[in-house]
């Protein structure tokens, strides 16, 4: 399974609303001149940290770290609040045990990190203005603007306190692929946290990267991707958790779970997956027709 110089048919980078080349291209530029380069793999066997959501995604990019790079993972979970909290800390749980008992080396346990995100005091007015921006189409891909941003600064936090437990870490791998849409999970978010990374820890060895849209490794590819590459290796998804709502049976319908759905029909794997709805036509995201 190619993981390097793989390209959707279906998205491209310079494309999509939330890509920004100008800024891609400027901090390339910083980075370039700062460390000689603007990402790269870090060395096999070494200490990486990895974001853990319990979903499908982050599943797939930490067993894709153990198993083809043979990196020591380090995953963290941030506990921000969600509704579907206990069910994303089971498929943590499962897939834990899981890692542990696959590679004994080199996976850690997930380390939970509890961060309101958004804050408590004003969530449910950002609610309501977050509905209203659904009604703009361009509106719609901002989410809850600061989440990633502070998700994954706490990341690299957790990365640099590891130093403690005499593990030099310098690279945080975060699963975003090409059909997300927000702005928070892009490419240009990504380096613009990454130069501010850099700045902030005075360190300019630090690296953000997404192996999905990092386009250094002439990637840029999707869901599909993963899927097969953890169907091909024998690790089942089924009990990862893509629902944003609170009921234990994922509902099947969501923006959420209709990606899910989807990328497990692009990739032409059976979805094992329990849901409570059939396979809805339309999701509120986008509905392309060439999928049943
Ligand atoms: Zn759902």
Redesign the pocket.
Known sequence: MQLMGNQSKKFHVWEKENEDKSIVNVIGQILKYKRGYIVRMPEKGGPVVCCMSGGADAVSNIFIMLNDFGYEVFPFFINRGQSAYQWERASIKHYDQLFKERFPKLYHETKEIKVNTPAREYKKDLREVKKKCYETEASAHVSYPARNSIIFLTGMEYALSLKNKGKDVTTLFVAHVASDTSYHCSLTWQRILNLEICHTFHDYQLQLISLPIEIEFGNYFDKDVYLKYCYKNGLDLTKTRT???KDEI?????P??WDRRRSFLEAGIKDETRYQKPYPEKSGRYYDSTLK
Do not use: M
């Not at 994922?250 to 969501?254: A, D, F, L, S």
């Open positions: 629902c944003i709502r994922q509902c099947g319908t969501c959420c779970c």
